[in-house]
């Protein structure tokens, strides 16, 4: 089956059909290509990716889940909880505007693609020496010195870098092939000038392919199969977009901030890595009253759009035996995928398990959060409390979330008689490491915690 999404080889157009309930064609005329054999057609036409067995174990009596989260502090969990199990759709943002996705996008356009790729690479395979070889590849970053970094970049593009070594001639040549469309659509904005500094290449592949393919989906679909993710395993865009989108949000005192790294963690502009959980930025003025969507087109860059969701991810919540709210930045990651028209309407009518992960820490945007806020924040971002009148909804917290994992030891005050008034009585305590270096492993056992939930009906 590796070979057959590749399409006839004599065929002038490209048709790649995406591995979700809800799949979507790209038709591409290859005609004025601008590489000749070193295309991305030409590649994957010459070399099958035979290597690539797109391994599918999915056992049906595997309980299937979906998790909103962004694309960093869920991560220490996505390793240990394929142990739990494999039918897990991840439903990420696309509106991350910090690090090397920032520049992308600045040069490029299109959706941030860095949570995305950064989930795709935690789920993909390391059982053969190729495998982690891939894996080495797409998760290397460039140096954060400029020049350096450049330098580096055309090493790697050119195939003599090093991190070559031990990836097959078919791998190469389609990974291959991409970076140097990336590189293309970079020389070809002569007005705009790209720094490498710190750069992904996984970030690169990824823009090279969701342009080559002007779709999102697409290159989702080809980096999932040459990370050669279970097919089971779905990564979503909670916006199918090809198209720059931009957060905002709306503080109490009426402030209204523009950009995800403004709202999270201001950087002003720096290409340096960011600790997230210890950053020394100033406090917000004001608590955030809402989040939404604006417009990074024209003028007027304060106007607010209202993006449709996903066909892909109303489809999964349709029909997961659980949804899950994972840790990590909760109005710039988990939010953004809550505020969409149809997400709080399908998930109020199931009756599966709603769990939430609470963080351990409070952060910029949840400073002086009890457990309650947090139940508080995620039902107004369902119920659209704040945005438009006309599509405002009215349920109660209970119907968005029936269960709350709370890390022992956690900095986050539990209220217990808030969160009873809440609907929600079923709170439980999980084990924390000592060590705060291994944050992202502090829930490391939740899958036998989930496990537990799962086998209780509601």
């Not at 601008?34 to 391994?55: I, K, T, V, Y």
């Amino acid at each position: 089956m590796a070979d057959s999404w590749l399409g006839p080889s004599t065929s002038p157009s490209f048709h790649l059909c995406s591995s979700s309930s809800t799949a979507k064609t790209s038709h591409l005329s290859l005609s004025h290509f601008p590489f000749g054999s070193l295309s991305p057609m030409a590649s994957l036409r010459s070399s099958p990716l035979n290597h690539c067995h797109c391994s599918s174990n999915s056992n049906p009596n595997q309980p299937s889940l979906l998790v909103f989260s962004g694309g960093t502090a869920f991560n220490g969990v996505v390793e240990e909880l394929k142990n739990f199990t494999t039918r897990v759709a991840h439903v990420l943002p696309v509106s991350d505007d910090g690090g090397s996705t920032a520049e992308i996008v600045r040069v490029l356009g299109g959706p941030a693609v860095g949570d995305i790729r950064s989930r795709c690479l935690r789920l993909s395979d390391q059982s053969s020496a190729e495998a982690l070889a891939v894996r080495r590849l797409l998760g290397h970053r460039l140096p954060l010195d400029a020049p350096l970094a450049k330098s580096e970049w055309y090493d790697i593009v050119e195939g003599q870098h090093l991190l070559w070594n031990g990836v097959s001639k078919p791998y190469r040549e389609t990974i291959r092939a991409f970076l140097a469309y990336f590189q293309n659509q970079i020389l070809r904005r002569s007005d705009e000038s790209f720094c490498f500094s710190n750069g992904s290449i996984g970030n690169f592949f990824f823009a090279g392919a969701r342009i080559f393919f002007q779709s999102l989906d697409a290159a989702i679909f080809l980096f999932s199969r040459v990370s050669d993710i279970p097919s089971e395993s779905l990564v979503l865009p909670v916006i199918s977009t090809n198209d720059r989108l931009t957060l905002g949000c709306e503080l109490w005192d009426g402030t209204i901030i523009r950009g995800q790294n403004e709202i999270s963690h201001p950087t002003c502009g720096s290409m340096e890595p960011i600790n997230k959980e210890r950053s020394s930025v100033p406090a917000l003025p004001s608590r955030i009253k809402r989040v939404f969507y604006m417009s990074s087109e024209g003028s007027n860059l304060l106007h607010e759009v209202f993006p449709p969701a996903n066909p892909a991810v109303l489809d999964q919540l349709s029909n997961v035996d659980c949804i899950v709210y994972a840790m990590g930045s909760l109005v710039t990651s988990i939010c953004p995928s809550l505020v969409l028209l149809g997400i709080g309407e399908i998930i109020s009518s199931r009756s599966c398990r709603k769990v939430l992960l609470l963080n351990s820490t409070h952060d910029r945007e949840t400073s002086g959060f009890s457990a309650s806020c947090f139940v508080t924040a995620i039902t107004d971002a369902l119920n659209r409390t704040y945005g438009d009148p006309h599509n405002c909804l009215k349920n109660h917290p209970s119907r968005y979330i029936n269960t709350l994992l709370v890390p022992k030891d956690g900095e986050i005050p539990v209220d217990d008689q808030c969160l009873a008034a809440q609907g929600i009585i079923d709170v439980v305590n999980l084990p924390r490491f000592l060590c705060r270096l291994l944050y992202e492993l502090q829930f490391k056992h939740v899958h036998a915690i989930l496990c537990n939930i799962m086998d209780t009906s509601i």
